[in-house]
């Protein structure tokens, strides 16, 4: 009987007989890649790169310094300095660079069937899989046509980020409330973005006071899935690769186990030909407009301002807030606050421009992305965490019975950096 590999070596000689050349081995480092992504950076090489054409673009957009050489003079990405923010991707011209991807362990995963695994996806969902799958039908992919579809596909359920958006929104305006006494004080949002993070943590450590340690919605939806449910598996779902790194830093890799793009789950939807728009509603939406436009800038400021009116209309000092997308962007914002070039009191950095609707996974274009989630924030029945049962039920059941508590005791919604 034939081995696979004599089967291989049959085909590559069938092959070469009408003058096509195919490989003979495959390439070791990219099978470890697609069996354990969790050992490799959240950006890969898809093919050798040794001489470059474009003076190391790549290495020159990375404000990282992720791009190491060896002592044979080979690149490679650096595993702990890398956050996956998609920059030396888009500059490398030759499309050597990929992302990392989790699909193989995460089917493993699904198609096993001794855990339970859940969706957690991200608000910028909404039109992400409509185009790819309209067609003759013309339906849009709803939260509800979605959560059919990852059912369909063998997944527990579909968990709403948004909802959990709405938590730390709460959280942020309660902080914000607390803290911003006086006209010179500022804080710094720490909900969503990784790349903001990591650039604040590693570039401009001396504004870490200013970050409430908040984790991100991601990281709340998955430690409160695993809360409520110890043995589950929990898949985020989104269109950005930084999330892949923050997924497996040290102090919060307890909440989430995969991490797959828009673009990962298409490809699943297509090999297990499942359409989304042509199944039913499964519908259990529970956020309110202030987590939903967490997927756009300007999203998460614009919910905390709408949350500490709320929470205290009689508050002399609001939120004042500026925003930057994109990673130069943000580093302008920061410069013109350490110089005090600025009245604002609440800034808010996105990695990528347009928010998380123009992420480096997305399917459709970041605008249309945009107005979508401006949609969906507008549908939602409530306006903030405040106006929506759901938050105030699920803090109860974590245990969170008072204000005091919440902002005390919060363990899970809190990470400390370092």
């Known amino acids: 009987m034939k081995t696979f590999h004599q089967l291989y070596l049959d085909i590559l000689k069938q092959e070469a007989g009408k003058g096509r050349v195919l490989e003979e081995e495959y390439d070791p480092y990219h099978m470890d890649c697609l069996l354990h992504p969790e050992k490799h950076a959240p950006v890969i090489f898809a093919e050798e790169c040794e001489q470059c054409a474009y003076e190391k673009a790549c290495e020159r957009s990375c404000i990282f310094d992720a791009f190491e050489q060896d002592e044979n003079g080979k690149v490679h990405i650096n595993r702990e300095k890398c956050v996956g923010c998609g920059a030396c991707v888009e500059a490398c011209r030759l499309e050597k660079l990929a992302a990392n991807k989790d699909v193989v362990p995460v089917l493993r995963a699904v198609r ?231 009245k604002a009191n609440f800034f808010e950095g996105m990695g990528c421009r347009g928010g998380c609707v123009g992420g480096p996974k997305i399917i459709i274009d970041k605008e249309e992305g945009r107005k979508n989630v401006e949609r969906y924030g507008e549908a939602a029945e409530y306006r903030t965490p405040l106006e929506n049962p759901f938050v105030g039920e699920l803090l109860e059941r974590l245990g969170f019975h008072t204000v005091e508590e919440f902002l005390e005791k919060s363990d899970i919604l809190v990470r400390k950096f370092s």
């Open 112 to 342: 096993g069937k001794q855990q339970e695994v859940y969706a957690l996806v991200a608000p910028a969902f909404l039109g992400q899989f409509g185009p790819a799958f309209l067609g003759q039908f013309g339906r849009e992919v709803t939260t509800g046509k979605l959560r059919a579809a990852f059912k369909a596909m063998g997944f527990q359920g579909l968990i709403e980020v948004a909802v959990f958006a709405d938590i730390l929104t709460l959280k942020e305006a309660l902080e914000f409330d607390a803290n911003i006494r006086e006209e010179q004080d500022f804080q710094l949002t720490s909900c969503c973005c990784p790349v903001w993070i990591a650039m604040l943590r590693q570039v401009y450590q001396e504004l870490m006071p200013h970050v409430p340690g908040a984790v991100s919605p991601m990281i709340a939806a998955g430690r409160v899935v695993k809360k409520l449910h110890p043995d589950s598996v929990t898949v985020f779902i989104g269109p950005c690769m930084a999330k892949k790194k923050e997924a497996r830093e040290e102090d919060i890799a307890d909440a989430v186990d995969y991490v797959l793009t828009f673009q990962e789950v298409q490809d699943m939807f297509e090999a297990a030909d499942i359409h989304p728009e042509q199944l039913g509603e499964d519908d259990k939406e529970h956020s309110s407009k202030a987590g939903r436009i967490y997927a756009m800038t300007g999203g998460v400021s614009e919910a905390v301002k709408l949350t500490v009116k709320q929470l205290r209309p009689e508050r002399s000092i609001e939120v004042r807030a500026e925003q930057a997308d994109g990673v130069p962007a943000c580093r302008e914002m920061i410069e013109r606050l350490k110089k005090g070039e600025t």
